[in-house]
């Protein structure tokens, strides 16, 4: 087995977005796309010489190649071990678990996350630092910048590892250890919730439907789920993890869970379903009857963690993403905690979380977690979710209701038009921003612009700076609209436009959530000619 070190050159494009470096198969499957990626983020850290990786991934195509490169780089950068899921597969949560739990100094999450998958679809890779988070924007910056001057990589001449068997196996002077990628998570969440209360729930008839969409968290569900909490067969549902996911588009939104939305609307449905994202960090909830926006998921998961065993001394404080609905902020409030506005993407409430200031945080884009790791956590919000439904002995509607009744209600909506050209989209979002100053003051259809900006988020805890987060238009009654490009897509640009209104807690609650933010949508076609600029009439996905 021989050290090789390769010559190569750069490749320009290997910027990391909102959550690493995602792009379709047939960019990565380049000569040494790879291998200068992963090289690079090696190349930008200090201080790993004998330390333990974590490496896993979703199970997406390109996977099992992917990560056979990284063990070998791992271990001819000088990485002193690698833990590794059976067969490649570790949800984002899990492994940022693993990271945490072995003290480990980083991790490889192979993933594209919700983007679809196979030979066609997308693939990622993302670091995490050793608190198990996302690697800051310090640290991507760095990796950037030594993508675009790299030339040669690391790697041994050895053959493909067994990822197949659970044990330790040796690669030059590395161990490579093959973990049971369940195992350490499932023990996890039994310390968090009251798992008696949750299997009592499902012995009393409670029925429930789990979505995993083929992706990874099925093995996982499957094990909490149907084997530790004692819920019938077949309440998961697509749990085997495919590398095409199935043909699917592993998406937990009502888009690509209408099947399952459609089932909880009727009286023969189940009384809760569940989805979750292709690495698992996502998730969708819905109630008979009612689908839980994840903006107020976020608040309603706040307001009641108390009655988990895990939260029970009460929360410290609540993160989230700047276009996330300000449901949270009025829990806060009341609960009198700190409450925080980071920009999109896990890796801003890394800090927040470290610091103790931060107990749960939330993302819009179906994305809820805790302090127990430093990703966002699909199951997680499952399982708590299942413990106060246990707890409270009420349905999802009734305690939705309530909590409207408590604090008002946030109507919210996400519109995104995906495969917007570039340039189109770069151009509309600046002509909005150079316009901005001019908008406070400004009347339209009624409503009066209280504020407009681009949002800048300084860091708290070490005091960075992160500028041009989303444009921000709020208004004097409460609502808001919010503009920005996503940082996951693959192909042209994806517009997200996000639409919030308020209404207290006497308020109007009933209204449809499209009608209820109309007047909103049509300002913002005043405002940035969305639709005549792109030449679409609709968004692509509602959420
Ligand atoms: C999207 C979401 C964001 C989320 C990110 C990664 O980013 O909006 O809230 O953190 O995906 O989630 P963007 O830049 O496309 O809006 V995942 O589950 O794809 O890792
Ligand atoms: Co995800």
Same mark, same amino acid.
């Given at each position: 087995m021989t050290l090789q070190t390769i010559k190569t050159t750069p490749y320009a494009d290997q910027k990391p977005g909102t959550s690493g470096l995602r792009k379709r198969v047939t960019v990565y499957q380049q000569p040494n796309y790879v291998e200068n990626y992963i090289q690079a983020i090696f190349d930008s850290l200090e201080g790993f010489a004998g330390q333990t990786?974590?490496?896993?991934?979703?199970?997406?195509?390109?996977?099992?190649?992917?990560?056979?490169?990284?063990?070998?780089?791992?271990?001819?950068?000088?990485?002193?071990?690698?833990?590794?899921?059976?067969?490649?597969?570790?949800?984002? %949560?899990?492994?940022?678990?693993?990271?945490?739990?072995?003290?480990?100094?980083?991790?490889?999450?192979?993933?594209?996350?919700?983007?679809?998958?196979?030979?066609?679809?997308?693939?990622?890779?993302?670091?995490?630092?050793?608190?198990?988070?996302?690697a800051p924007e310090k640290i991507t910056d760095a990796v950037f910048d030594r993508t675009k001057v790299i030339d040669s990589y690391k790697t041994l001449d050895t053959p493909d590892i067994d990822l197949g068997k659970i044990g330790t196996q040796q690669?030059?002077?590395?161990?490579?250890?093959?973990?049971? %990628?369940?195992?350490?998570?499932?023990?996890?969440?039994? /310390?968090?919730?009251?798992?008696?209360?949750?299997?009592?729930?499902?012995?009393?008839?409670?029925?429930?439907?789990f979505d995993a969409m083929n992706a990874v968290t099925? %093995? !996982?569900?499957?094990?909490?789920?149907?084997?530790?909490?004692?819920?019938?067969?077949?309440?998961?549902?697509?749990?085997?993890?495919?590398?095409?996911f199935n043909d699917g588009h592993p998406d937990p939104n009502l888009v690509y869970c209408k099947d399952m939305y459609d089932l909880l609307m009727t009286p023969e449905g189940p009384d809760f379903g569940a989805a979750s994202d292709g690495d698992g960090d996502r998730n969708l909830i819905i109630g008979k009857n009612r689908f839980v926006t994840p903006s107020d998921s976020l608040a309603l998961l706040a307001a009641n963690a108390h009655l988990a065993p895990g939260y029970k001394g009460g929360i410290a404080g609540i993160a989230r993403s700047m276009p /996330?609905?300000?449901a949270a902020d009025r829990v806060a409030e009341k609960l009198g905690i700190e409450m925080h506005e980071t920009p999109t993407g896990w890796k801003f409430f890394g800090?927040?979380?470290?610091?103790?200031?931060?107990t749960i945080c939330g993302e819009e884009s179906a994305g809820t977690g805790s302090d127990h790791v430093r990703e966002k956590d699909g199951l997680w919000a499952v399982l708590l979710w299942l413990n106060i439904l246990a707890v409270r002995k009420q349905g999802v509607d009734e305690i939705v209701r309530e909590h409207w009744a408590t604090y008002g209600r946030n109507y919210y909506t996400r519109h995104d038009y995906e495969e917007v050209d570039s340039a189109i989209a770069n151009a509309?979002?600046?002509?909005?921003?150079?316009?901005?100053?001019?908008? %406070?003051? $400004?009347?339209?259809?009624?409503?009066?612009?209280? !504020?407009?900006?681009?949002?800048? !988020?300084?860091?708290?805890?070490?005091?960075?700076?992160?500028?041009? $987060?989303?444009?921000?238009?709020?208004?004097?009654?409460?609502?808001?609209?919010?503009?920005?490009?996503?940082g996951t897509g693959t192909v042209g640009a994806t517009l997200r436009v996000y639409l919030e209104r308020y209404e207290p807690a006497d308020g109007q609650h009933n209204l449809d959530t499209q009608e209820a933010l109309a007047p909103l949508i049509s300002i913002i076609e005043k405002l940035a000619g969305i $639709?005549?600029?792109?030449?679409?009439?609709?968004p692509s996905v509602i959420t």
């Open positions: 990786l974590v490496i896993g991934g979703d199970g997406r195509y390109y996977n099992d190649v992917a990560i056979q490169k990284a063990i070998r780089i791992a271990a001819a950068n000088g990485f002193g071990k690698v833990l590794v899921g059976q067969g490649g597969l570790l949800s984002t %949560p899990a492994a940022s678990h693993v990271i945490r739990h072995y003290k480990a100094f980083g991790g490889l999450v192979l993933s594209a996350s919700h983007n679809p998958g196979g030979p066609e679809g997308d693939f990622g890779i993302k670091y995490n630092i050793g608190n198990g988070g996302p690669i030059g002077d590395m161990v490579v250890e093959v973990i049971d %990628p369940v195992t350490d998570y499932a023990a996890l969440m039994e /310390t968090l919730f009251d798992f008696d209360a949750i299997r009592a729930l499902f012995k009393s008839g409670f029925t429930m439907t099925g %093995p !996982y569900a499957k094990a909490i789920i149907e084997g530790i909490l004692g819920a019938p067969a077949g309440t998961v549902i697509n749990g085997v993890p495919s590398p095409s /996330t609905s300000a800090n927040l979380l470290d610091a103790g200031r931060v509309l979002v600046d002509d909005l921003r150079g316009r901005l100053s001019s908008l %406070p003051g $400004q009347v339209i259809d009624g409503l009066e612009i209280a !504020y407009a900006d681009d949002f800048t !988020y300084h860091d708290p805890v070490d005091g960075s700076t992160s500028a041009k $987060q989303g444009i921000r238009i709020g208004f004097k009654d409460g609502s808001r609209i919010v503009l920005r490009l996503s $639709q005549k600029r792109t030449g679409r009439n609709e």
